[in-house]
């Protein structure tokens, strides 16, 4: 049991391996005619989305519907949100109808923090995503899926020991990075970030991974997974990279680059992508992309979450 | 008249002080003369009255956030005599008009003396020229200029006011910050930014500009005084200004002094300011520079906000964070009680060297029979956890709410009049009976 779900930084290996196999446990249930548990039923769900996110939105509601939970979904745009109420405002007339889980996405980094600790409610806080922060559901559904196509019908149990992966492009703004990095290094592996110098953080020192900039040697290097990042297009307006073809020969997961990758090897990436841009559409379609798993592991691994913030008393 | 026993000086000589009609007049072994009033300060520390070259009264505009009235209260509950205030009101102090009614509005308070800063552009939006001149020959004797908030970032406006302001010997106090480097910036460039996922602020942006504005200064001969100055390397580019000779001095904030980066873990905006909280390698070079006169003045920035600004998502929040009351708290946490400098040091970056910066010839001078009586008296020996009712403004964002500082302002006298007395900063009904 856990309050909230801010962060995957400070997750132990044990904590991380508990969570994917109750999201195994999970997964297991959607295999079945019936997919609705009786779980959450009598538990108020809501999805506060600040920023436009269908496919998060939608996994969190699945998820949570399939707990049988009550869901409501609440969008910023059109809300009192836009008209200028503030975020204390809004969660406290959530409490005040007796919301028990807040599942929140929002542009500032720390929302789902202030959220949590502020005290206007006693909801369970999940974090869908905040600003260029975390994004701990991603990078959940990201081991998850790793751990699936490594060990199988056997993953339970198991951490990501000895598992080399590459997460390439904007890592600057990139909350699945973030979480991805402490989630993948709780579990045993080890990362390297690789993108060019505008877009990788200026101090990483205090972060347990290796840094490059030369997305050729790091293939080269033969890792177990290459975790591609989204790329805004208006990051050339403001003169992170000059352009977008350019960004793809250097950062750009080719087929070349792909073909050059040892056989084994994963290419995941969060969604939604830019074909052509980051990921070239051949290999995103290809056997070795995770793409569609790690959308459809995303509703066990919600699942998983939410039972686990929202199951039981909370305090 | 009233006399004060047995107060201990800067440099530790003890000595009783006589103030008649606003003035010192006597200082040494003195008797009480009768129907005197007395104030035994056996323990206490008595220093010059605190100057303060950077305070925002938020007067006329954003009254919800603080006064002049109770700005001046929270200055006195401080310790100050002198604060100058920031133009970045609505509107903007950039005419002799809106200095004068600041000047006023201080001089009816009547806790502190109220110096109005001019903005150096109209409207404080960095292209036109203020009218300088106006507001220096105005009733509310403008000295220095500052567009503080947003930075003089026009190389050629900068030096256009360097030169202008040498008609009335003024100063342009520059709130150095490349905008184009801070776009959007929420906390210092470092890893602490990396890790939470907030827009990094480099220290470029602020050293790039001090660097430059130097060199402006030096090519001008004019005066150029750097607010709020936040990183080791703004230390080392002050360092090498000095040394070549160029006209300019430099401030800190106490917050500077004390806290980092690392306060902004927990996405508290009350540690969410202008400039951002650095790191500690920074904070050891500010005291050292302040310890060694490389930084001539302490400067609180005290940043009044109400309650709702900052009580939101960090990247909602605004910047700053009010400082009067707890500056020389923690000054003597920062660099006294660390053994960095003694009392005169203090009392020279904290009353005399901003009162010179600032054009108050009367105020930048020791304790001497004959001056002003602006005084302070200090308990050092006094600790307590800050809380909101040690706090005498409008507003409570205090980043040392719920620490321990060491200090306690126990009065603090304004012209001879008594602002505050046993700690408690006095009503204004009390300020015009006298004593």
């Not at chain 1, 109750?22 to 609705?36: F, G, N, S």
């Not at chain 1, 390439?168 to 709780?186: E, M, Q």
């Not at chain 2, 110096?115 to 105005?138: C, D, F, H, I, N």
């Not at chain 2, 970056?349 to 009586?373: H, K």
Request: charged residues 20%; aromatic residues 4%.
């Amino acid at each position: 049991m856990s309050d909230h779900l801010l962060t995957t930084r400070g997750f132990t290996r044990d904590a991380a391996v508990r969570l994917l196999d109750l999201a195994e446990d999970m997964a297991d249930t959607q295999q079945r005619q019936v997919k609705k548990l009786p779980t959450l039923r009598g538990t108020t769900v809501v999805n506060l989305f600040f920023e436009d996110s269908t496919r998060t939105r939608i996994s969190f509601e699945v998820a949570a519907k399939r707990l049988s939970a009550d869901v409501i979904t609440f969008s910023a745009k059109g809300s009192s949100v836009s008209k200028g109420e503030s975020l204390q405002d809004t969660a406290q007339t959530l409490q005040a109808m007796g919301a028990d889980g807040i599942v929140m996405r929002h542009p500032s980094s720390g929302a789902a923090h202030v959220l949590a600790t502020s005290g206007w409610t006693r909801a369970g806080v999940v974090n869908a995503g905040d600003g260029t922060h975390e994004h701990p559901t991603q990078a959940l559904l990201d081991a998850f899926t790793i751990r699936r196509r490594r060990d199988g019908d056997d993953s339970r149990g198991r951490d990501l020991a000895g598992l080399r992966v590459v997460i390439v492009g904007d890592v600057l703004h990139s909350r699945v990075a973030r979480s991805n990095l402490w989630l993948l290094t709780a579990l045993g592996a080890s990362v390297r970030l690789v993108g060019p110098p505008t877009l990788l953080p200026a101090h990483v020192e205090g972060w347990p991974v290796t840094t490059g900039i030369d997305l050729d040697e790091a293939i080269a290097d033969g890792p177990d997974v290459v975790m591609m990042l989204r790329v805004q297009r208006e990051r050339m307006t403001e003169a992170f990279f000059p352009s977008a073809r350019e960004y793809a020969r250097l950062y750009g997961l080719s087929v070349a680059r792909a073909d050059a990758l040892p056989s084994t090897s994963l290419v995941m990436h969060p969604g939604p992508m830019n074909r052509g841009l980051e990921i070239a559409g051949a290999v995103a379609d290809s056997p070795r992309s995770t793409v569609l798993e790690q959308v459809q592991n995303g509703v066990a691994v919600r699942m998983a979450v939410l039972y686990d913030v929202l199951a039981g008393e909370r305090a | 008249m009233t006399l004060i026993t047995g107060a201990a000086l800067a440099d530790g000589t003890s000595t009783d002080l006589r103030v008649a009609d606003g003035t010192v007049v006597g200082l040494g072994r003195l008797t009480r003369e009768p129907g005197e009033r007395v104030l035994d300060a056996d323990g206490l520390l008595l220093l010059t009255g605190l100057v303060d070259l950077h305070t925002h009264l938020r007067q006329p505009g954003g009254e919800g956030a603080e006064t002049v009235l109770t700005g001046s209260r929270a200055a006195a509950a401080g310790g100050y005599t002198a604060v100058h205030a920031m133009p970045n009101t609505v509107p903007a102090a950039d005419t002799a008009g809106v200095v004068e009614q600041v000047a006023a509005l201080g001089e009816e308070a009547g806790y502190v003396d109220v110096r109005p800063v001019g903005a150096v552009s109209k409207g404080r939006e960095g292209r036109e020229l203020a009218e300088l001149v106006s507001m220096a020959r105005s009733r509310a004797r403008v000295r220095l200029f500052s567009d503080d908030g947003s930075c003089v970032a026009d190389p050629l406006l900068m030096r256009r006011a360097l030169e202008y302001a040498r008609i009335v010997d003024g100063v342009i106090a520059q709130h150095a910050e490349e905008p184009r480097l801070t776009a959007g910036a929420q906390l210092h460039e470092g890893a602490v930014a990396a890790d939470l996922g907030l827009k990094g602020w480099p220290a470029v942006a602020e050293e790039a500009i001090i660097a430059r504005d130097a060199l402006l200064a030096e090519s001008t001969g004019a005066r150029l005084h750097v607010c709020h100055v936040s990183t080791a390397g703004s230390v080392d580019v002050r360092r090498w200004a000095k040394a070549r000779g160029v006209r300019i001095t430099a401030e800190v904030t106490p917050h500077h002094l004390w806290l980092t980066d690392e306060a902004a873990r927990g996405y508290d905006p009350r540690f969410k300011v202008n400039p951002p909280l650095r790191t500690d390698d920074d904070v050891q070079a500010l005291r050292a520079a302040l310890a060694d006169g490389t930084i001539d003045a302490v400067a609180t920035d005290h940043a009044p906000h109400p309650a709702e600004a900052k009580r939101s998502e960090w990247s909602a929040a605004a910047m700053g964070m009010v400082g009067l009351e707890t500056a020389v708290l923690v000054v003597q946490a920062a660099v006294v009680d660390t053994g960095l400098m003694g009392w005169p040091e203090v009392e020279l970056a904290m009353s005399r060297r901003p009162a010179a910066i600032g054009g108050l010839t009367g105020a930048a001078q020791a304790v001497q029979v004959g001056r002003p009586a602006d005084l302070v008296l200090l308990d050092p020996s006094h600790r307590r956890v800050l809380d909101t009712t040690h706090l005498a403004g409008r507003s409570t964002n205090s980043p040392f709410l719920g620490r321990s500082l060491p200090g306690r302002v126990v009065a603090t006298l304004f012209r001879g009049v008594p602002t505050v007395l046993d700690g408690a900063v006095r009503a204004p009904e009390e300020l015009t009976a006298g004593w």
